[in-house]
């Protein structure tokens, strides 16, 4: 599992590579969450999870993603996840995190309706 | 070890409505297309093979009762929610007063699980023996309690069995009715135990009212090794994943994404979705068995994992 992080004007864009299980929920965890927590530097109110990479989730890394989404809400942020796969999204549906979580097909989309600064600062590269 | 369930419902027992029947009915007439029927094997057969499960039966509405049958001639039960009251007619009705002894391992002490003790029939039977066990402290109090007034008309000290209690330890493993059996502490408001029965090379593992917070690494291994290899593992899959790392956090119950992770790192053979939520339709109980089923399919890494969905009267051989 890895972590990748670009910031395009107000929004945070963390990629998650991989898979995601018990074993190494704790590290997804650990690399995600100064991304959301107030005062970290580099920390962001919004923040895209862009998950076109990740293969599998386990019910210890969407317990993550919920408390990282906790934390974004306490800070008046948000935390959004785009570019599921189907395997990802089947599991989604099915932990009923579809209907908790924000959906967008593509990181674009997503800037597209939360930030439009921040997508014209992705496409100006 | 052939296993019944008598109660299969979480924390309230409910029962069908008139509405709910009609529902039923309605369904099933829709579903027949105006065909008839010229004899009752026909209907049958068209009840039994061509409707849903949840529109031509009910997961029942009795809170947990679970009996392990082991052919010895003894009887043994998980926890005694109201689906006691069935197994106890059950019993009358087959052993004509024959004195019987009743092997009665206990959960926890919620009153989803003991109050069917109450209208247990054979615990009013004069040589009969009743033999409950669990890890709680308090147990006797809580049965005493249960059966005395204002709750209860008939006082504990007029039943006409004999009634003990045993007090096991956890992870201490020990032979009960020819059973091995190992007591589990799991994570409930005021604890709840999982049971791991063993008997002839099979293993039958009763785990309600439990809560799995699975990114807990060693926790995740403790169930992964108590579920190990089990023939069936009976498991709370009370509420979705995401009401139990949300609203419903530490109210002490879990998930179908759970049973079906824990069983396959265990290597189970047998997952059994169990304790229905209260609220839950038949519909909604059918369709969270189809999208466990479904999760199970997309998941799997080698070995295949049987699902079902328990309901009141249902029976599993192992």
Redesign the interface.
Same mark, same amino acid.
């Given at each position: 599992m890895q972590v990748a992080v670009q910031r395009y004007a107000d929004v945070l864009v963390v990629a998650v590579d991989g898979r995601i299980d =018990?074993?190494n929920?704790?590290e997804f965890?650990a690399a995600l969450m100064p991304y959301l927590t107030n005062g970290t530097a580099g920390a962001g109110n919004q923040v895209v999870l862009d998950l076109s990479r990740l293969e =599998?989730i386990?019910?210890?890394?969407?317990?993550?993603l919920?408390?990282a989404a906790?934390e974004a809400k306490a800070r008046q942020g948000k935390l959004i996840a785009v570019a599921l796969q189907p395997?990802v999204r089947?599991?989604f549906?099915?932990?009923?995190?579809t209907?908790?979580f924000q959906l967008f097909d593509s990181v674009q989309d997503a800037l597209r309706q939360i930030s439009p600064t921040a997508l014209a600062a992705m496409k100006s590269g | 070890m052939r296993i019944r369930f008598w109660g299969t419902r979480g924390s309230l027992p409910v029962s069908l409505t008139a509405a709910d029947i009609k529902q039923k009915i309605v369904e099933s007439l829709i579903a027949a297309g105006g065909r008839a029927f010229k004899t009752r094997q026909d209907a049958q057969s068209f009840v039994e093979g061509e409707l849903p499960f949840s529109i031509s039966h009910t997961y029942g509405g009795n809170s947990s009762c679970v009996e392990i049958d082991t052919g010895t001639g003894e009887y043994v039960l998980c926890d005694l929610g109201t689906g006691a009251r069935p197994f106890g007619l059950h019993v009358m009705s087959q052993k004509k007063g024959a004195a019987s002894t009743f092997h009665i391992f206990l959960s926890h002490l919620h009153w989803d699980h003991i109050m069917g003790f109450p209208f247990l029939v054979p615990a009013y039977v004069p040589g009969n023996r009743v033999i409950i066990y669990g890890c709680h402290d308090a147990i006797e109090q809580a049965f005493r309690r249960q059966h005395s007034s204002p709750c209860f008309p008939v006082d504990f000290a007029q039943l006409g069995a004999k009634v003990e209690f045993v007090k096991l330890k956890t992870g201490v493993r020990q032979r009960v009715a020819g059973l091995e059996v190992t007591p589990k502490l799991q994570m409930h408001g005021g604890d709840s135990y999982g049971y791991r029965f063993e008997r002839d090379g099979k293993v039958v593992v009763y785990s309600t009212d439990s809560e799995h917070k699975t990114d807990d690494k060693a926790s995740t291994r403790e169930f992964v090794e108590f579920f190990s290899k089990a023939d069936l593992v009976i498991f709370d899959a009370m509420y979705s994943l995401a009401d139990t790392v949300s609203v419903k956090e530490d109210w002490g119950h879990s998930s179908n994404i759970v049973g079906v992770e824990l069983c396959q790192l265990a290597k189970a053979k047998h997952l059994c979705l169990f304790h229905h939520e209260p609220v839950y339709s038949d519909a909604k109980i059918a369709s969270v068995l189809e999208e466990t089923l479904r999760l199970e399919q997309i998941t799997r890494e080698g070995h295949p994992l049987r699902i079902s969905s328990a309901y009141d009267g249902m029976e599993i051989v192992v």
């Open positions: =018990y074993v929920a704790e965890k =599998y386990s019910s210890a890394g969407l317990r993550v919920m408390i906790r395997v089947e599991i549906e099915i932990s009923k995190f209907l908790v | -």
